[in-house]
């Protein structure tokens, strides 16, 4: 990407970034002059995904200025097994509210259930996605180290000259 290409795209990230920290604003203060219960954790949910858009910008403007930080073997594994957990959970959250939805009638409960079953699916592809990415990496390293390991030796393990 060209550096003007990478500046273009850095001022929109922040734009877009400061939206959503003021949408964030804004709809926290209406949050708390709502007392109906179902509009309220709505408009939470809402601010909240603005949150996360907020730092996910955060996170793509630091990757633009080159500031990624690299992760340890350690912390791979780490987050492989946090990762398999939670697949499992979210493969049982989708299923309990599917199950849920086929069984309550009141149109609020089942607003509630679609939000909740929709964004569970969606962690779910996500967590599955970060899991392969994790997969490949572990396999990346490990043929990165043989690569190392073997790539200047003229004898690649044998006995010199033998």
Do not use: C
């Amino acid at each position: 990407m060209s550096k003007e290409s990478a500046t273009k795209l850095k001022n929109v990230l922040e734009y877009l970034r400061s939206m959503e920290l003021n949408y964030v604003k804004d709809l926290r203060s209406v949050i708390s002059k709502i007392y109906h219960p179902i509009l309220q954790t709505l408009m939470y949910g809402i601010s909240f995904d603005s949150e996360k858009h907020a730092t996910f910008y955060g996170s793509l403007i630091t990757l633009l200025e080159g500031k990624g930080v690299a992760l340890s073997e350690e912390e791979f594994k780490t987050l492989s097994t946090v990762i398999d957990g939670h697949i499992k959970v979210e493969e049982m959250m989708i299923e309990n509210t599917k199950e849920l939805l086929k069984t309550v009638e009141d149109d609020r409960f089942k607003l509630i259930l679609s939000a909740i079953h929709n964004d569970e699916v969606i962690h779910h592809k996500l967590l599955l996605s970060i899991k392969k990415a994790i997969a490949e990496h572990a396999t990346l390293t490990e043929d990165a180290i043989w690569t190392l390991v073997w790539k200047d030796s003229p004898y690649h393990g044998t006995p010199a000259g033998d």
